[in-house]
């Protein structure tokens, strides 16, 4: 593994269904984040993680639930995914969270909600 | 409230040089970002700043100005690869970043 690394690329999913997409980097990154990008609209964070053991809510926290078990993994929970969950996915990773630490980001998962 | 503007859509000819302008408003500062995203990619960073004045790297340059709440990304002897989105993102008080919507710059031959 080199960076970061997101699955699935791509999902259609059902509406109702409870979806993880999976996000892990080899970088020993301390700060993960986890952002969607619409259309028109610029990347919005979701959740954010400043630590393994620690989380918080960025923007558009509703309906989305992250946990930081170890400094590699940061899984993102659609518990009961609805249409308007419909997005491109991406996960970041910086050494810090302050500071002028560059975000790396993985290649994205595109979530289609039926 | 929170916001980052930069026009949603530029076209500049190959070997020529456009200015992709930014502006914010922020609950407090601390930087400003620019990232590179190509059709379908993730974004990749560009430039940092955190003090007023010019950033030169290679073809990229990177202008802030803190008082006035703007920033540009200024891009020379523009080619083909250059095609792609250019996203502004402000560091608030809290470290989080403030993305804009992004710049799509089409390169003309």
């Known amino acids: 593994i080199a960076g970061i690394t997101q699955a699935p690329t791509s999902q259609i999913l059902a509406a109702g269904r409870r979806m993880t997409l999976r996000c892990t980097q080899d970088?020993?990154?301390?700060?993960m984040y986890w952002y969607r990008q619409d259309l028109g609209l610029g990347l919005r964070l979701i959740h954010y993680s400043n630590t393994a053991g620690t989380t918080g809510k960025g923007e558009v926290p509703d309906g989305y639930s992250v946990s930081r078990a170890n400094t590699d993994d940061f899984p993102l929970t659609l518990a009961s995914a609805v249409p308007s969950q419909t997005s491109v996915y991406f996960c970041?990773?910086?050494?810090?969270?302050?500071?002028?630490?560059?975000?790396?980001f993985g290649p994205g998962t595109r979530l289609t909600v039926l | 409230g929170q916001n980052i503007d930069q026009p949603t859509e530029m076209t500049a000819t190959e070997g020529a040089i456009v200015q992709i302008n930014c502006t914010y408003q922020t609950s407090g500062f601390n930087g400003l970002f620019w990232y590179q995203q190509h059709a379908g990619e993730a974004p990749t960073f560009l430039s940092y700043?955190?003090l007023d004045g010019l950033e030169e790297k290679g073809r990229f340059s990177s202008f802030l100005s803190r008082s006035k709440g703007y920033s540009y990304l200024l891009l020379k002897e523009l080619q083909m690869k250059d095609s792609a989105s250019y996203l502004c993102a402000a560091t608030d008080s809290n470290y989080q970043l403030i993305w804009g919507a992004g710049t799509k710059l089409i390169i003309k031959p």
């Open positions: 700043n955190v």
């Open positions: 970088m020993r990154h301390n700060a």
């Open positions: 970041a990773s910086s050494d810090r969270l302050a500071g002028g630490d560059e975000q790396f």
